[in-house]
């Protein structure tokens, strides 16, 4: 908590998935993402009422090298980084003396992202593939006690 009201998360992650190639040499493979980051902030209105947002990035994926006439590299070019914003805003209400019930609205990727997931190459032009914008709203119900 960064004060009474309000929250906050933050992560990182450094990764690296490799392969070894032909040659011998250990280069990407073709799902390494390197970063990705999380970071989330929740910020309460008042007793009842509660919104947040959470930003999502990750690095993009190597390009595939398959029709070119180049041997694979350790550092390939990659495609490009991946981002997208969510917010949620929800209400709840006391039940008894500890218990509470709650409405909760969401929307992931409310930026409309496109995220690329393939990269096709035909005689040495690459060319990638992008799926979206997937935006997902949602409603639910949550309670405790």
Same mark, same amino acid.
């Given at each position: 908590? +960064?004060?009474?009201?309000?929250?906050f998360i933050a992560s990182y992650t450094l990764s690296?998935?490799?392969? %070894?190639?032909?040659?011998?040499?250990?280069?990407?493979?073709?799902?390494?993402?390197?970063?990705?980051v999380h970071i989330a902030i929740l910020y309460e209105?008042?007793?009842?009422?509660?919104?947040?947002?959470?930003?999502?990035?990750?690095?993009?994926?190597?390009?595939?090298?398959?029709?070119?006439?180049?041997?694979?590299?350790?550092?390939? #070019?990659?495609?490009?980084?991946?981002?997208?914003?969510?917010?949620?805003?929800?209400?709840?209400?006391? =039940?008894?003396? %500890?218990?509470?019930?709650? +409405?909760?609205?969401?929307?992931?990727?409310?930026? +409309?992202?496109?995220? =690329?997931?393939?990269?096709?190459?035909?005689?040495?032009?690459? #060319?990638?593939?992008?799926?979206?914008?997937?935006? =997902?709203?949602?409603?639910?119900?949550?309670?405790g006690f």
């Amino acid at each position: 908590a +960064l004060r009474k009201d309000m929250f906050f998360i933050a992560s990182y992650t450094l990764s690296r998935s490799t392969r %070894t190639g032909a040659s011998g040499i250990p280069i990407p493979a073709a799902v390494d993402r390197t970063h990705v980051v999380h970071i989330a902030i929740l910020y309460e209105f008042n007793k009842h009422w509660r919104g947040g947002v959470r930003h999502v990035f990750y690095s993009g994926f190597p390009a595939e090298e398959a029709g070119t006439d180049r041997p694979p590299s350790p550092n390939p #070019q990659r495609t490009r980084p991946f981002y997208r914003l969510d917010f949620r805003v929800s209400r709840r209400w006391n =039940v008894g003396k %500890t218990g509470y019930i709650g +409405l909760v609205f969401d929307i992931m990727n409310a930026t +409309l992202s496109k995220e =690329v997931f393939d990269v096709t190459c035909k005689e040495g032009i690459c #060319q990638p593939r992008s799926l979206g914008p997937i935006t =997902v709203p949602g409603i639910a119900i949550e309670g405790g006690f």
